[in-house]
C-alpha cells in the first residue's frame, strides 16, 4: 500500500483529495488528509461580515462533510515535515506518517506580530483585520457601533491572499456608511504599499478612478514602521504618520510555521515551487497547491480551481514515470464587490495583465469585465454556493482553466 | 561621471536595460543621479541584491534584504530614500522590481 499524503483539507486540499480519489487506485494507495483545524472556512465571505452581509455562521461548515469517504482524516496539528526522509510528524500522539507523495496545501495566514505595535492596547479594539474567523466577526459587532471619524484601511506587505480584497473593503466601506446617513462623518483612507490602487497598470487606473468618485483617498508607497495604540496612529518608514478612529489592516501574510520549521520555506514561509508544474523545486514526489507555494499567482480559490487540472495531470504522470507536460499559466479570476449591488471583474494570468472587455461565463453569460455591473455582483453571491455545492464537492465547475483572450479588448 | 551613464542603456524609468553591463562604476553614477553617495552600507544592500538577481532572475523584496543582511528596514530608507526597493534595484542595474499580485 502506498501513501498519498495531503497537508491542509482547506480550498485546495479539498479539491486534491476529490480528485485523487477518482484518479488513484484506492486499493494501492492510501489518501490521508491532515488538518489542525475542523472547520472549513469560505473565506471570501469574511469580507461580507464586518457589513453585516453575511452572518458568521454563514461562512463555516465542518471539513469532514467535504472530504471524500476514502480519505483517511486525521485532525492535528503538524510538529515536523522531513522531505529528504518522506515523513510527517504530527502533534497528536506524535504519529509518524512515511508518505510515498506529498502535497502540501497549507495554505497562508496573518502574521500580526510582524508590524511593531499592531498587538498593542487596540487590537480587536479599534485595530482589526478582516482575514481570519476572528477578526470579520470583531470588526462586525464593532461596525454599527462606529458614529464617525478616520477609517484607515492598511496593507503591511505583499503578497497578501486575495489582493483585491482591501479595495473592496474601501468601496463597501463608501456604501455601508452612506447607507447609515454618515458617510459625511467618515473619512476613508487607503495606505498601500503600492505605488497605485492595484499590482496591474490598466487595472490600478481603472481602481483610481473609483477612489475618486468614492472620495477615498489613496496613500500610495506606504511602508508601515509602527502602529502606536495610544495616539492612534500608523507611521510609515519614510516618515508620514496617520492618524486613525478605526485601523483595518491587512497584517503580513505569511505560510504555515511548519513550513519554516522545517526548512521548506522562503523568507515568508512560502514553498519554492515551479510556477507551471506545481511541483516543488527541491523534492520530485512534493507538489504544492494553492496560497502555500511561492508562485507569483493571486493566492485565491479561482487559482486553486484553476491550477488543479496541470498539478493532478503532473502528479499522474510522475508517479507513471512519465515527462510532466501540463503547465499552469497563472489564471486568475476575481470578482471586486464595489457596493449599491454592483461589482466588477478582472480575468488575468501571469502573463496578461486584466482588461476590460467580456468573460463569457458558461450558462451565466458575458459578464462585464474592468467595470462594474449588478450581474457581476450577483455572480460574486452565487460564488458561494459554487464553492460549497461543486468545487467542494469535487464536480467539475463550468470555467475553463486556461486563460484566454476571448472577449477581451487590448 | 555622466559620461560613463550616456555608454549604458536604460528604459523608460531610468533602470538599466541589460544587468550584465552593470559596473560600480556605473552603480556610483547612477546613483550619484539619484542624489546618492554611495557607501560601504549601501554596498552591502548592492551586492545582496546583484547576488539575488543572478540566483533567481529578480531583484530582491526589502524583506528578503532585511532577512539576509544585517541591514534594516530604518536604515534601508535611510541610505535608499523614498522607495529602497525600487532605488537600490536601480543602482544594482536590475529590471524595477516586479510587485507580487
Known amino acids: 500500500m502506498k501513501t498519498f499524503l495531503i497537508l491542509g483539507g482547506g480550498t485546495a486540499g479539498t479539491i486534491l483529495a476529490h480528485n485523487m480519489v477518482k484518479k488513484l487506485d484506492t486499493e494501492q494507495w492510501k489518501i490521508i488528509v491532515v488538518d489542525r483545524d ?34 483517511e482524516f486525521v485532525l492535528s496539528d503538524i510538529e515536523l515535515i522531513e522531505p529528504d526522509k518522506n515523513r510527517v510528524t504530527l502533534t497528536e500522539g506524535k504519529r509518524v506518517i512515511t508518505y510515498d507523495y506529498l502535497a502540501i496545501a497549507t495554505g497562508t495566514d496573518i502574521r500580526p506580530s ?27 459587532e464593532f461596525m454599527p457601533k462606529f458614529e464617525g471619524g478616520r477609517l484607515v484601511i492598511h496593507i503591511t506587505e505583499m503578497p497578501i491572499k486575495c489582493p483585491v480584497a482591501p479595495l473592496e473593503f474601501a468601496f463597501l466601506a463608501d456604501w455601508y456608511f452612506t447607507k447609515r446617513g454618515i ?19 490598466r487595472a490600478a487606473a481603472v481602481l483610481g478612478d473609483m477612489f475618486k468618485k468614492k472620495g477615498i483617498h489613496l496613500e500610495p508607497d506606504f511602508n508601515v514602521s509602527e502602529i502606536d495604540s495610544g495616539k ?7 516618515g508620514r504618520e496617520l492618524p486613525y478612529d478605526l485601523l483595518v489592516t491587512v497584517p503580513t501574510n505569511m505560510g504555515a510555521e511548519v513550513i519554516g520549521r522545517s526548512g521548506m520555506g522562503d523568507d515568508l514561509d512560502f514553498v519554492p515551487t515551479n510556477k507551471h508544474t506545481l511541483q516543488s523545486n527541491k523534492w520530485p514526489n512534493v507538489f504544492v497547491l494553492g496560497d502555500a507555494a511561492n508562485i507569483p499567482a493571486s493566492k485565491a480559490g479561482a487559482v486553486i480551481h484553476f491550477q488543479m487540472e496541470a498539478a493532478v495531470e503532473n502528479i499522474l504522470h510522475h508517479m507513471a514515470g512519465k515527462e510532466m507536460h501540463a503547465e499552469f499559466d497563472g489564471h486568475a479570476i476575481c470578482f471586486i464587490e464595489s457596493g449599491y449591488n454592483k461589482a466588477a471583474l478582472i480575468d488575468f494570468s501571469y502573463d ?29 453571491l452565487g460564488f458561494r454556493y459554487m464553492y460549497w455545492d461543486l468545487m467542494m464537492r469535487g464536480i467539475n465547475v463550468p470555467m475553463p482553466a486556461k486563460f484566454s483572450m476571448t472577449g477581451k479588448i487590448k | ?25 556605473i552603480a556610483a553614477a547612477i546613483a550619484a543621479r539619484e542624489g546618492i553617495t554611495l557607501t560601504d552600507r549601501h554596498m552591502v544592500v548592492i551586492n545582496y541584491a546583484r547576488a539575488t538577481w543572478k540566483a533567481t532572475g529578480d531583484a530582491p523584496t ?10 534594516g528596514t530604518k536604515e534601508l530608507y535611510e541610505l535608499f530614500p523614498g522607495g529602497p526597493g525600487k532605488l537600490a534595484a536601480k543602482v544594482a542595474g536590475l529590471k524595477k522590481p516586479t510587485g507580487c499580485i
Open chain 1, 183 to 201: 458617510r459625511n462623518k467618515v473619512e476613508i483612507v487607503y495606505a498601500t504599499p503600492l505605488p497605485g490602487a492595484f499590482t496591474k497598470p
Open chain 1, 114 to 140: 510582524e508590524v511593531e505595535g499592531l498587538l498593542g492596547a487596540g487590537w480587536r479594539k479599534n485595530v482589526f483585520d478582516f482575514y481570519t474567523f476572528e477578526g470579520a466577526s470583531a470588526l462586525g
Open chain 1, 38 to 71: 475542523k472547520t472549513h472556512y469560505y473565506q471570501p465571505g469574511f469580507l461580507f461580515i464586518p457589513f453585516g452581509i453575511y452572518k458568521p455562521e454563514d461562512t463555516i461548515q465542518p471539513k469532514q462533510k467535504y472530504l471524500p469517504r476514502k480519505v
Open chain 2, 1 to 25: 561621471m555622466s559620461d560613463i551613464l550616456s555608454t549604458v542603456a536604460f528604459d523608460a524609468d531610468g533602470f538599466m536595460v541589460d544587468a550584465n553591463a552593470w559596473t560600480p562604476e
Open chain 1, 232 to 238: 492612534n496612529t500608523i507611521s510609515s518608514y519614510d
Open chain 2, 62 to 71: 526589502l524583506r528578503n534584504i532585511t532577512k539576509n543582511t544585517d541591514v
Open chain 1, 352 to 380: 496578461q495583465e486584466p482588461l476590460p472587455g467580456k468573460y463569457p461565463f458558461p450558462g451565466i453569460g458575458p459578464m462585464t469585465l474592468l467595470g462594474e455591473s449588478v450581474l457581476n455582483h450577483w455572480g460574486k
